[in-house]
Every structure is written in C-alpha cells, then in structure tokens.
C-alpha cells in the first residue's frame, strides 16, 4: 500500500491522455462577454417588431429608459450563475436568498412602481398579455444555448440551480426589449406575462442543464 512506483504501462497511459486545458475565465468576464446578447435582445426585439408592423412599436411610457438597468441586471444574474457552476464556488444560501431578493426587487421597482393603467378591451388585454410572454419566450429562449454552455465546462454540482439563475438572467435582458415595446402597464400584465416568462425561462434554464449535466455524467 505505500508504494508509490507507478507500472510504466500506467505512466504512458495517463501521459498519453492528457491535453491543455484553457482556464476558466472569471464569471464577471464570462458574463460581460454576453453583453452583445442583452444589446441584442434589448434592441433587436423593438426592432423586429417595428419592421414587422411597419410602425414605431415603441411603448409611449417615459420610463422605458430604464430598460438598460434590466439588461445589467440579468448580466450580474448571470455572473452569479458562473461562480455557482464552479465546484467549489457555490453561492451561500445567504448570498443565494440576496440575489433573489435583489433580482425581485429590481423586477418589481421598474415594471410595477413605473406602471399605469390603459383602456383597452379585454379582448385586447389578453391578446397583449400571449403576445408578451411569446415574444419573450421566443426571442430569449434559443439564448439560453450560449450561457448553458458556458455552465457545461464547469461541471456545477447544483445544475438545477445554476441553469435557473441562466434562465433569471436571460429573462431579465428578454424583459428590457420587451418593457420597451409594451403597451400595457397593468399590474396584472406585468406580473402574469413578463414576470411568467422569466419563471418559464427559469424552469427552461433548470430541466436543460439538468439533463445535459446527466448525459455528461
């Protein structure tokens, strides 16, 4: 049992299998280096729609210039995903329930304090309220491909909770581009289709980097 000489034939196996690995970067780079995404997603889903009404889509609320702070928000959402799919590195659940709350306050101070009412009928309501969380799921959806795959070279030992923190933060720049163009400033609306579209990303993020972390396993 204490003998460390190690068979030649095993030496040259384990020799023969290793290759250079390229460090990882910290989570504030990786996340950063998804910066043209939430521009992506901040300018590109107005534009789109734009081009396909032939119209200015833009919502006539003031306060749609707060969608930046959306953006920068679901990037510090996905730096704590990162540092979570490090082993090692998890997040406390003192920090986990910090960044929760904080995420949660930032939805709730810029979508519900900037709110307002619209006479609409209820038929335009509910229309309004499938084509927000359509939109949302359409646009942001694919873009949780790049950030699974960054989680996937980490090998996280929580995978269900680090692809949900993905999908928060994805969901969270989806919802810049989407407060830009959205008309409807009921409480209710806000809170049924873009807050349900980041809880649907959310559980997207957690189911895909579960069964991937699996297969790999």
């Known amino acids: ?13 384990v020799a023969a299998n290793l290759r250079p690995v390229r460090p ?28 396909r009404s032939h119209i200015d889509v833009f919502a006539p609320w003031p306060w749609r210039a707060l969608s930046p702070l959306e953006t920068i928000a679901g990037l510090l959402v996905l730096a704590a995903a990162f540092r979570e799919a490090v082993p090692g590195r998890e997040l406390s659940a003192r920090a986990l329930w910090a960044l929760l709350g904080a995420a949660g306050a930032t939805f709730l ?5 900037s709110a307002a009412s619209v006479d609409v009928a209820p038929a335009t309501a509910l229309r309004w309220l499938r ?5 949302a799921i359409a646009f942001s959806g694919p873009t949780l491909l790049l950030p699974a795959w960054l989680v996937s070279r980490a090998l996280p030992n929580r995978p269900a909770l680090t692809g949900a923190l993905c999908g928060l933060g994805v969901g969270f720049m989806a919802d810049a581009g989407l407060r830009a163009l959205c008309w409807d400033g009921e409480h209710a609306h806000i809170l049924i289709a873009h807050g349900g579209a980041i809880a649907m990303l959310m559980a997207l993020g957690a189911a895909g980097t579960t069964v991937v972390e699996r297969i790999r396993r």
Do not use: Q, Y
């Open 1 to 13: 049992m204490s003998d460390t000489r190690v068979p030649p034939a095993l030496a040259a196996a």
């Open 24 to 51: 990882l970067a910290s989570p504030w780079r990786r996340a950063l280096a998804l910066l043209p995404l939430g521009i992506a997603l901040l300018v590109g889903m107005p534009a789109f729609w734009s081009w």
């Open 109 to 113: 101070s810029i979508n519900l304090v």
């Open 131 to 135: 084509d927000c969380f359509a939109m």
